[in-house]
């Protein structure tokens, strides 16, 4: 069993910036692929950016390439991203999620909901114009 913990969301001015952080309780931390998702109101749940197990590979949507930056720590087994010139448009909760498998997967892959075992409870951000 996996948890993991978001934290840092909160309410910014367009423009402004911040950083979320997701720790995971999970002991294989290094061998997970990591993914950030967002979801508003009545809308689906949307890929944001993913970062292979490695950290060698990144990948985001292109509505926040640019402007957001996925990292990962894996001494503290802790995946953070980092949000820039954030817009009305980016308020949503936002969720990390883990793929445990320990195969390798796509970057098509880590784009979709489906490809991951574990989420996290979601950290609200809200971007006022």
């Known amino acids: 069993q996996v948890h993991l913990i978001e934290s840092g969301g909160g309410l910014v001015q367009a423009g402004g910036s911040l950083r979320l952080s997701c720790e995971s309780s999970?002991?294989?931390?290094?061998?997970?692929?990591m993914g950030w998702f967002r979801q508003s109101p009545g809308t689906e749940r949307e890929f944001v950016a993913g970062?292979?197990?490695?950290?060698?590979?990144?990948y985001y949507a292109d509505s926040v390439k640019g402007r957001f930056t996925i990292s990962r720590d894996t001494a503290k087994n802790t995946v953070y991203l980092r949000m820039s010139s954030l817009k009305p448009e980016d308020t949503a909760v936002y969720y990390c999620a883990a793929e445990t498998s320990g195969y390798y997967r796509t970057s098509s892959q880590l784009r979709h909901t489906d490809s991951y075992d574990y989420w996290g409870q979601g950290t609200q951000v809200t971007v006022s114009s």
């Open positions: 999970g002991r294989a931390f290094s061998s997970y692929n």
């Open positions: 970062i292979h197990r490695t950290g060698g590979s990144t």
